[in-house]
């Protein structure tokens, strides 16, 4: 079983904001295979489609606290976390960029934070959204959950279908995945 999960704050403040872009990568997943996300088992606490041996899915928590929604996933569908692919946001990474690794540190992610400490592992898959610094003295949190303007929100559109490609091919070769990743490039 590989279970893909989309880090967001659920609800409509947080639509359209840098923190929600692992979440729309997702969707975009999710359409592509003409499936659409419903509400999960009330242990997981999580919006879900099984396709087969693959989940989708994203947690109902808000991101700080998506490692229990997570660790519930795992177990309901006995999962490892090695067979885990996280997909979130990063202010350390370019707007427009992706980098897709397996486990390194939080970056100060209080989601992915969250996930190590519930799964007591940071041995999972992550693909990276670059979303970059904020700009003078704009706090990072500030700058994550702010939508995004209409120049970065063409931007974004494009990102989310390259990281949506880089999932597909993590489900069949991780490595190449990784290369792909690597070479994307804000247009």
């Known amino acids: 079983m590989r279970i893909v999960v989309g880090l967001r704050n659920p609800g409509s403040d947080y639509e359209g904001t840098r923190h929600n872009l692992g979440y729309e990568a997702l969707t975009a997943l999710a359409r592509r295979r003409e499936a659409k996300l419903k509400r999960g088992p009330l242990r997981v606490r999580a919006d879900l489609v099984r396709l087969g041996d693959l989940v989708l899915a994203s947690p109902l928590t808000f991101m700080n606290d998506s490692g229990r929604a997570v660790r519930a996933l795992v177990a309901y569908f006995k999962a490892s976390p090695s067979d885990l692919l996280v997909l979130h946001d990063d202010i350390d990474l370019a707007f427009g960029r992706l980098r897709l690794q397996v486990g390194g540190g939080s970056g100060g992610h209080n989601g992915i934070k969250s996930l190590e400490?519930?799964?007591?592992?940071?041995?999972?898959?992550?693909?990276?959204?670059?979303?970059?610094?904020?700009?003078?003295?704009?706090e990072a949190a500030d700058h994550v959950l702010a939508?995004?303007?209409?120049?970065?929100?063409?931007?974004a559109d494009l990102l989310v279908e390259d990281a949506a490609d880089v999932i597909e091919l993590w489900l069949a070769d991780p490595a190449r995945a990784q290369e792909k990743a690597a070479h994307r490039r804000p247009s």
């Open 117 to 138: 400490q519930h799964l007591a592992t940071k041995d999972f898959s992550r693909l990276k959204i670059g979303v970059g610094r904020p700009p003078g003295s704009r």
């Open 147 to 155: 939508r995004l303007s209409r120049a970065e929100r063409k931007e």
